[in-house]
């Protein structure tokens, strides 16, 4: 019964990520560049929720205490920040090697760029780790509601920052 289900979820997550990528294809192709690349993007991140959700809830923890589900969300999110860390490293070497001459990064200059890069590191490993962690402890349903929700969060933090004069938040 079980198993049933989770081969059910993982042809959903599949016919879900194909089928953004085949509509964001033709998009792109239809010269609709941006709504191409906005519906490949969220198919795959609905299609990653998911299959956290499959991952997180199902995998057996002990037959004989009758234990489901992986309890250490944060864990799976480390592996899976230093797994793509690696893996996107190797694939811009092979990619970028040809042309490493060309490419130069900006320098880091300033303490306020080495926080501004240190802070958005540490803000983005946070979201990934509390979304598995909440995907282990609630419906998907809820967390794509919850997560549908940081944008008016995201304008509402800027609009309060902008207003009480943070430097970098005034009108330009």
Avoid at 41 to 55: D, E, I, P, R
Avoid at 158 to 168: D, E, K, N, Q, Y
Wanted: aromatic share 10%.
């Amino acid at each position: 019964q079980k198993a049933i289900a989770v081969r059910t979820s993982w042809k959903a997550i599949v016919i879900l990520v194909v089928a953004s990528f085949l509509a964001g294809g033709v998009l792109v192709v239809a010269r609709l560049r941006t709504l191409g690349m906005l519906v490949i993007y969220f198919g795959a991140q609905s299609g990653f929720n998911l299959y956290m959700k499959v991952v997180l809830s199902s995998a057996m923890i002990s037959e004989e205490l009758d234990m489901e589900g992986f309890p250490a969300a944060f864990l799976l999110t480390g592996l899976q920040q230093v797994v793509s860390f690696f893996a996107c490293g190797a694939a811009l070497l092979v990619v970028l090697l040809p042309q490493l001459r060309c490419y130069s990064p900006q320098t880091l200059t300033s303490r306020r760029a080495w926080t501004a890069v240190v802070a958005f590191a540490v803000a983005f490993a946070a979201n990934h780790g509390f979304n598995n962690f909440s995907l282990a402890l609630l419906p998907v349903s809820l967390n794509l509601i919850i997560r549908s929700c940081i944008p008016l969060m995201t304008v509402f933090l800027h609009s309060v920052l902008r207003a009480s004069g943070v430097s970098g938040y005034g009108s330009s």
